[in-house]
């Protein structure tokens, strides 16, 4: 039976009204300002940045659209959003605060919505509770499935937790299985990015560091439809399809954080 969050733990409402939009609004403010003042203070790079405003901006309004990156702190998101904002005004103030241009994102619920007051501050943030363990089917995941099926834009963590080594894990299947139930394929976007830990260590006192380096990478978005058209050809199981979807995001990682990585240091030593 798949896992069922407690309700106190669920406050989306089934039709958000006025009060409720308007608080999402003021939260998604609060927070982007705060994560655009902080990367302000920060020395950014972004490489094809492009990729990912096109998507944004030109995509059908029912075209789903997933973005997965790597997880080097507990505020990568909205970090990353306001690194990618700030670089000419290219990510708009709406994609940073605007309640219904923004992502979706799924969240740890043994972190984020541990009390009712976390949890109906990151519910109006758009983040939804992910019970990690719990596998792909559960009421976190559907969520996103029909959030996609919706046009929505939907953010992913494949690694499942802050990765604290920053060496290459196995990605979780969730993402396979987002992929694979979408009504219409989904442009799917890698990124990477690295020294958003040194921002915000992940070590305490926890205290945010001005003047460090990020650097942000934008991969080209994922060709899924012959897989997925082959896949269902073939016949292949749902786990299956989960798992070649999620190593093609597994294999394609590993050569962002290279190319990431040589980006950001050879920068740093000019």
């Known amino acids: 039976m798949p896992y069922e969050?407690?309700?106190?733990?669920?406050?989306?409402?089934?039709?958000?009204?006025?009060?409720?939009?308007?608080?999402?609004?003021?939260?998604?403010?609060?927070?982007?300002?705060?994560?655009?003042?902080?990367?302000?203070?920060?020395?950014?790079?972004?490489?094809?940045?492009?990729?990912?405003?096109?998507?944004?901006?030109?995509?059908?309004?029912?075209?789903?659209?997933?973005?997965?990156?790597?997880?080097?702190?507990?505020m990568d998101d909205p970090l990353l959003w306001?690194?990618?904002?700030?670089?000419?005004?290219?990510?708009?103030?709406?994609?940073?605060?605007g309640r219904k241009h923004t992502r979706w994102i799924l969240a740890a619920d043994d972190i984020c919505f541990t009390s009712r007051l976390y949890a109906l501050f990151f519910s109006l943030g758009q983040c939804v509770p992910v019970h990690r363990g719990a596998g792909v089917y559960q009421r976190g995941v559907d969520f996103m499935v029909e959030k996609l099926n919706k046009g929505s834009w939907v953010h992913m963590f494949p690694e499942g937790k802050v990765n604290m080594t920053q060496e290459m894990m196995r990605l979780k299947w969730g993402v396979g299985r987002m992929i694979e139930e979408c009504h219409q394929t989904p442009i799917v976007i890698p990124i990477w990015h690295v020294g958003m830990d040194s921002v915000l260590p992940n070590t305490k006192p926890y205290i945010p560091?001005?003047?460090?380096?990020?650097?942000?990478?934008?991969?080209?978005?994922?060709?899924?439809h012959e897989i997925l058209t082959q896949l269902r050809k073939d016949k292949k199981s749902a786990m299956e399809k989960r798992k070649v979807l999620t190593d093609q995001i597994q294999e394609q990682f590993a050569r962002l954080k290279a190319q990431t990585e040589a980006l950001h240091y050879q920068t740093a030593d000019r």
């Open 209 to 224: 560091r001005p003047g460090k380096r990020v650097t942000v990478l934008v991969g080209q978005p994922f060709q899924f």
């Open 82 to 97: 306001a690194a990618v904002g700030l670089m000419d005004g290219v990510l708009k103030w709406r994609y940073a605060a």
């Open 5 to 74: 969050p407690p309700k106190w733990m669920w406050p989306f409402p089934p039709r958000p009204g006025r009060l409720w939009n308007a608080a999402s609004t003021v939260t998604f403010a609060a927070v982007g300002g705060l994560s655009k003042f902080m990367m302000k203070l920060t020395d950014v790079q972004v490489y094809n940045k492009a990729v990912l405003t096109d998507a944004l901006e030109k995509r059908h309004p029912l075209q789903p659209l997933i973005t997965v990156s790597n997880h080097a702190c507990c």
